[in-house]
């Protein structure tokens, strides 16, 4: 069962480090910081950075939440709060774990834990033409959107509580990304050549991003699409490897 867990903002990333150290490794399946791809717009360059979709909180899937909690005091971290979610009695308190409808919604926007951008289509008129993506799905709860600042946001219970969840943007003047292409294409209708060449980038390579939008990340590349002229990569974050879809003309290979 999936419970949610406390902290102060910032330290999420280093407390779940923490507590791989000092529990059991039987003790716990998977712990979740969930992500969200943040578009920054600066000088006419765009970008994209990572940035944790509820600030303060991460999620532990555990079958022995008593255990987790042992293990929290373990760690010397004093901004370090509580959990939210425990079957039985913490501290003179009963607190149910997370409930299935926000396990729903966090596996209709997550993709290996990272909530992608959404592309969006917006008529002169502040109307909304056209969504793909996450935030598709949630165009009803939309409580703002600013194409300028590539940020929609969407007001949503979640975790027992009424919150703001950002969600990034992307336009058609924005650099390529090869899903969405594939969206707006639509991949279905289309007929597509045979690649047989080789495009000079392999499985277990090393690449750095060169439009600016990854900046200082660097990819190691898992698959190769040769048909879409794409590749998967495995990108280091936060002491964990998480994949991202690529063209093939918005990277080079290091070394």
Not at 60 to 86: C, H, W, Y
Not at 101 to 121: H, K, P, Q, R
Not at 231 to 241: D, G, H, R, V
């Amino acid at each position: 069962m999936w419970y949610v867990m406390q902290t102060r903002t910032g330290n999420e990333h280093r407390i779940v480090k923490e507590l791989k150290r000092v529990l059991p490794s039987d003790s716990y399946k998977e712990f979740l910081i969930p992500l969200f791809e943040d578009v920054r717009r600066t000088k006419e360059k765009i970008k994209i950075n990572y940035r944790n979709l509820f600030p303060g909180y991460f999620l532990v899937n555990t079958d022995f939440p008593e255990a987790v909690m042992l293990g929290r005091k373990k760690v010397q971290i004093s901004e370090f709060s509580k959990m939210l979610g425990v079957e039985g009695p913490v501290d003179d308190k009963y607190i149910e774990p997370v409930e299935d409808a926000d396990i729903e919604f966090l596996g209709s926007i997550l993709d290996n834990g990272i909530m992608s951008v959404s592309y969006a289509e917006i008529t002169n008129g502040s109307k909304i033409k056209k969504l793909i993506g996450p935030l598709a799905k949630y165009a009803k709860n939309i409580s703002s959107i600013e194409l300028r600042r590539r940020r929609a946001v969407v007001e949503t219970t979640v975790f027992g509580k009424k919150r703001r969840i950002k969600f990034g943007l992307w336009t058609k003047d924005d650099p390529k990304i090869p899903w969405i292409e594939e969206a707006l294409n639509g991949e279905e209708n289309q007929s597509y050549a045979s690649y047989d060449f080789d495009l000079g980038i392999h499985v277990g390579d090393r690449v750095r991003d060169i439009t600016g939008m990854y900046e200082d990340y660097t990819f190691v590349v898992e698959k190769v699409n040769l048909r879409k002229k794409s590749l998967t990569a495995k990108i280091m974050m936060f002491n964990e490897y998480r994949d991202i879809e690529l063209g093939m003309d918005q990277v080079e290979k290091i070394g």
